[in-house]
C-alpha cells in the first residue's frame, strides 16, 4: 500500500539543511488523506517526492553498520551533547533500550522548553516523533531512533544558534490560542513556520503537558513580534491583501489541493497545508477562517 511505503522512505531520509521533516511531512499528508474525500495516491506521491527531493537517503539502520559498545550514562549524555556521529547512534540505542521512549521524550520535552528557537522546529518536529511512535512496528525502531538521535543533536543542546531579537517580552503574553492565531495569521513566519508550529501543538495538546503548551504558545507569539532580516520571513502585503476571502469548506479544500500537488517547491508546502486545515477545523470564526483561506492561496502562489 502507498501510505506504507511513504512511511518506510520518511524513516530513511535524513536531514540535508538542519533537521529532518519527512516523518512529519508522512504525518501531514496522513492527516490531509483521512480529511479529505478524494485525496489519496497523488498525495502520497507527492509526499514521497518532496521527501526524495530535500532529504537524504539513508539505506540501513546503525545497528547493521556500526559497532555495538555499552556506554556507561556519562558517555551516553556526553555523545548525544556532542552530536558525536556514529557515537550518537550508538548512545541513543542503549538509552532506548535502558529507560524506554517515554523517558527519552520527557527529558527533550524539557529541552524543548529552554529555548525559543527559530521557526520551532524543536517543538513541532519534536511533536512529530512522538506521534509517529505508536506506529512503528519493532523493526522500524531502529531507523527512527537515528533520525531521532540525528535530530535532537542538531536541535537541543545550544545547537540552533539562529535567532532574532524580539520586539516584546515573554510577560506580556496571555495565553490565548485565539490571540496567538490573530498574531500568526498577520505574521506567519517562513513558510507559515508560526502557523505549523501552532498547529502542531493544539493537534497534540492530549500527548503534552500542560506547560508544554503554554510556553509553546509564548514562543509563537514572541516569534510573531521578532524583527527579521530575511524578506522570506514576511508576507508580501500587497500581494496576499488582494486575495479574496473565502470560507466554504469547498473553496478551502481545493485550495489545499493546490497547495499541496500543483508545485513541487518546498516540502513545507505539504505541512503547511495541513497546518492550515488543523487549523480551520479548530477554530469556526469566519474571520480566521477567511484568512486561512488565504493563506493557502498565497503559498501556492509565491
Known sequence: MKPIKVLEDALHRAAIIHQPHSIKAYLSTQYLVNRFDGFGTREWDKCLELNSLHELEVFKPSTLVVEYRDFNEVRIEGSLKRGIFPASYVAMRIWYERVGIETIFEFYEQQALKKNDYL?????????????????????????????????????????????????????????????????????????????????????????THKFKQTALKFIYEQTQWNFTDEGDYLNRKQFDE????????????????LVNETSRNVHQITLASALVMLWDRFINENIRGELYKMAVYFHNI
Request: proline share 4%; glycine share 4%.
Open 120 to 208: 520551532l522546529h524543536s517543538v513541532s518536529i519534536f511533536l512529530a516523533f512522538k506521534k509517529i511512535w505508536p506506529e512503528l512496528t519493532k523493526e522500524q525502531i531502529p531507523d527512527v531512533l537515528d533520525r531521532f538521535a540525528e535530530f535532537v543533536t542538531s536541535t537541543y543542546y545550544g545547537k540552533n544558534q539562529l535567532t532574532y531579537p524580539a520586539k516584546i517580552t515573554a510577560t506580556e503574553f496571555e495565553g490565548s490560542e485565539e490571540q496567538v492565531i490573530e498574531l500568526a495569521l498577520e505574521q506567519p513566519g517562513f513558510w507559515g513556520h508560526h502557523l505549523i508550529a501552532l498547529a502542531w501543538v493544539l493537534h497534540n495538546e492530549d500527548n503534552i
Open 243 to 258: 486575495i479574496q476571502s473565502k470560507t466554504d469548506e469547498v473553496s478551502f479544500a481545493m485550495a489545499i489541493h493546490k
